[in-house]
Structures are given as C-alpha cells and as structure tokens.
C-alpha cells in the first residue's frame, strides 16, 4: 500500500481545509483508514478512522464535531475535511492504513501499518 496525503496549508483560525490520501497497491476498498496528526515536540496523535466502507467513522474527541473523514473507493482516496480550525490544530497530518485488523476504535498508531509522508497544516491566530 501506498499513500500520498496532500491538501495541507496556512490557513486563519476558523477556517477551514479539506485533506487528500491517495492511495495505491491494494485494493483500497479492502482496509480501514486513519488520520493522525504530529505538532512539534508533541507525539503523533490519533485523529479519526473510517471503516473500509466508509459507513462507520470515529474520532477523538478533540475534532469531534469540526473535522469529516470520508472515503471515495471509487477513487481510491480518502479526506478529512477540517472546520473551525484552532491554532493548536498545527501539525504534520498523516493519513494511515490498517490492513490487518477488523473495524474497531483504534487509536494506537502501532496498529496501523501504511503511513502517508504528512502534510503540514498550519493555523494562524
């Protein structure tokens, strides 16, 4: 599997932005995928997940109810639309693909075994 996230940027407090992961190698339909985020000095953090057919999402709880994950198997990629960014949502974004395991609330990134190489969101005050 390779993933190739793009769509990061600067971006005012309060905007908002739209994330790609373009994916190939596997049929895309085939696994589950995430969203992760790194803020400098900080460790990687779990975002939100997507079931393989994009009936099922979850989130942390600090995005819940401003930022989407979807899915377009179709088109074998996968977005996180952001809304209402903050300035502590700057970060490198990484999407993620969890080929291994059924649909569950992982937030562990050990669990995830395809990474995209991050793009970086930057939200000014």
């Known amino acids: 599997v390779q993933l190739q996230a793009s769509g990061g940027g600067l971006v005012q407090a309060g905007g908002s932005l739209r994330l790609s992961c373009a994916a190939s190698?596997?049929?895309?339909?085939?696994?589950?995928m995430g969203w992760f985020r790194q803020a400098p000095g900080k460790e990687r953090e779990f975002v939100a997940r997507i079931s393989r057919s994009g009936s099922t999402t979850y989130y942390a709880g600090s995005v819940k109810g401003r930022f989407t994950i979807s899915r377009d198997n179709a088109k074998n990629t996968g977005y996180l639309q952001m809304n209402s960014l903050k300035p502590e949502d700057t970060a490198v974004y990484y999407c993620?693909?969890?080929?291994?395991?059924?649909?569950?609330?992982?937030?562990?990134?050990?669990?995830?075994?395809?990474w995209g190489q991050g793009t970086l969101v930057t939200v000014s005050s």
């Open positions: 190698g596997r049929t895309f339909s085939s696994y589950d």
């Open positions: 993620a693909a969890d080929t291994r395991r059924p649909w569950g609330t992982n937030e562990n990134a050990r669990d995830y075994d395809y």
